[in-house]
């Protein structure tokens, strides 16, 4: 569908590669395809985030974890993945991230964490191509708040699971 929706858009070809970010070996496989299918990069746009819920933090290590596989390692590889073709094309890297990642808020504390990881390993990154004279841009992208019917229904849901007395 989406492939379909791009080329009515007006794109001259559209492709698509199936899979979880989960897995850093899949992030890497997606550079792979691309610098097949492309012959190179000159641009990685970093846009991707597993499901997490809206709530207190519930003590589940194991959905850290895997939030942080799909949120902040897949970047991670999915960057040192591209970085030779970036470096070649004197491209550019745009993560998109969340101010969960610049200011702490309740109910988010999973995803919070994985932003914050992004923020700090981007914003280290940059310097260091800085100090190395690598021509890699990297932009960071720091959305708030999308209107979803999901985000308007967690804080309802919170106060009637724990009414204010």
Do not use: W
Not at 6 to 25: K, P, Y
Not at 54 to 68: A, C, N, P, T
């Amino acid at each position: 569908q989406v492939v379909r929706r791009c080329l009515e858009l007006g794109a001259a070809s559209a492709r698509f590669v199936s899979g979880s970010m989960e897995d850093t070996a899949f992030a890497q496989h997606v550079v792979r395809e691309a610098q097949t299918a492309l012959g190179g990069l000159d641009m990685l746009i970093l846009n991707h985030v597993g499901a997490s819920y809206f709530g207190f933090f519930d003590g589940d290590v194991e959905h850290v974890r895997k939030l942080l596989e799909i949120n902040f390692l897949s970047y991670v590889a999915m960057t040192t993945s591209a970085l030779p073709m970036l470096k070649e094309s004197e491209g550019s890297i745009v993560v998109v991230s969340s101010m969960a990642g610049k200011v702490g808020f309740p109910f988010t504390v999973p995803y919070s964490a994985t932003k914050f990881a992004l923020d700090g390993f981007f914003s280290s990154l940059r310097q260091e191509f800085t100090i190395q004279s690598i021509n890699v841009s990297i932009t960071l992208c720091i959305l708030g708040f999308i209107d979803t019917g999901e985000s308007r229904a967690g804080p309802a849901l919170l106060r009637a699971q724990h009414p204010h007395p």
